[in-house]
């Protein structure tokens, strides 16, 4: 069940679903729009689903899913297993400012983690992000507050990533190039992934000498930072790609052709784009920060300066110059191949139904 189907969650349950043949599943998604009603009315959207009805074996949710208003409207389900798959958290997205105060999000993935049986994150940093803000959440509450619980949550929660399919994962003809690196920014367009530094970044690296050329791509929406317009503007001599590939063999050659995919972002719950340019060959530039530390080598990390981009910028000039000086080499994340991963996806699942077996359903 996947209550806002956005890119990467349809990717991750398609790919699921492929990985995971020896069981027999049904979806229910609901479409990537009007957040504030998908994140509390979903349970509601799916009042009179007939799939619901059905004797399940396991539950699959999503991070968007209402899983305790879910089992409250669905007294059917009560006894069913659940798996809650923590795409992101609500405790730690940034500020955009435009957002209407409400706790509602943060207490929507709270009591599904309290309903589930067992909590999955895509990284650690996503996982002790949750528990800290739940926490500082709970600590805020007059009374009443139940001892313990988030505890028990950090108990029954693992760490699985989302898989990176092994065919990204290429040995490359030719070396990289460490005169003129082929620069690859591949987020989507929107102010979390902090376009103004990476223009800092880039104009950083023109005024220190540092020749590059670039390719600016990713999903896009209609209002977007203008910063986007300053960049193409000021690099268009230097750019390779710009704007959205509308297929997948076109973005596989360009993650494969470029040398360094780089990262600005304040808020990444995992980097998918990031760990698939790394599995095709690039080095990786990123900030010290979010889930980076568990994949990017610390020699590719530049230092963190979140309250201070100018800074910031002149740390990843830094870093990058220096990668390009010691011709440095690939690390590609291994740990993330959907063919290793994809047994763990399959114990876990196996262990809940077991589980469930064993105790006659009465847990």
Wanted: proline residues 6%.
């Amino acid at each position: 069940m996947s209550a806002y189907d956005a890119g990467s969650h349809r990717r991750w349950r398609e790919q699921l679903v492929a990985s995971q043949p020896d069981f027999e599943w049904q979806t229910l998604t609901l479409p990537p729009r009007f957040f504030r009603w998908r994140i509390r009315g979903n349970a509601l959207s799916w009042l009179n689903e007939p799939q619901l009805q059905e004797p399940w074996d396991l539950l699959v949710v999503t991070s968007m899913v209402d899983l305790a208003s879910l089992k409250s409207f669905q007294p059917q389900l009560s006894a069913t297993p659940v798996l809650l798959y923590m795409h992101e958290n609500q405790f730690a997205y940034p500020d955009s400012g435009d957002q209407h105060g409400s706790i509602d999000p943060q207490m929507v993935n709270l009591y599904s983690a309290v309903v589930a049986d067992r909590v999955v994150f895509n990284s650690e940093w996503n996982r002790q992000s949750f528990l800290a803000g739940g926490t500082a959440l709970l600590a805020k509450m007059p009374d009443a507050v139940p001892g313990g619980l988030m505890a028990s949550l950090a108990e029954k929660s693992v760490v699985l990533p989302v898989p990176i399919d092994d065919r990204l994962y290429v040995r490359r003809g030719q070396a990289l190039n460490f005169k003129t690196p082929h620069l690859l920014w591949n987020h989507r367009w929107e102010y979390d992934k902090s376009p103004d530094r990476l223009y800092l970044l880039l104009n950083g690296l023109r005024e220190a000498g540092q020749a590059f050329r670039l390719s600016v791509v990713g999903e896009q929406f209609r209002n977007q930072p203008r910063e986007f317009q300053t960049i193409q503007a000021a690099f268009k001599d230097e750019l390779v790609h710009w704007g959205f590939l509308s297929t997948r063999s076109e973005y596989d050659q360009l993650l494969q052709s470029a040398d360094v995919v780089i990262s600005t972002a304040v808020h990444d719950f995992q980097g998918l784009s990031m760990i698939e340019a790394m599995a095709s060959g690039c080095l990786a530039l990123a900030p010290d920060r979010l889930a980076y530390p568990e994949y990017v080598p610390e020699n590719q990390r530049y230092r963190s300066f979140k309250d201070h981009p100018e800074a910031e910028a002149g740390a990843a000039v830094d870093t990058l110059i220096r990668l390009m000086a010691q011709r440095a080499t690939t690390s590609p994340p291994d740990l993330w191949r959907l063919s290793r991963l994809r047994e763990e996806y399959q114990g876990v699942l196996m262990g809940l139904l077991s589980r469930h077996q064993q105790t006659g359903g009465t847990e």
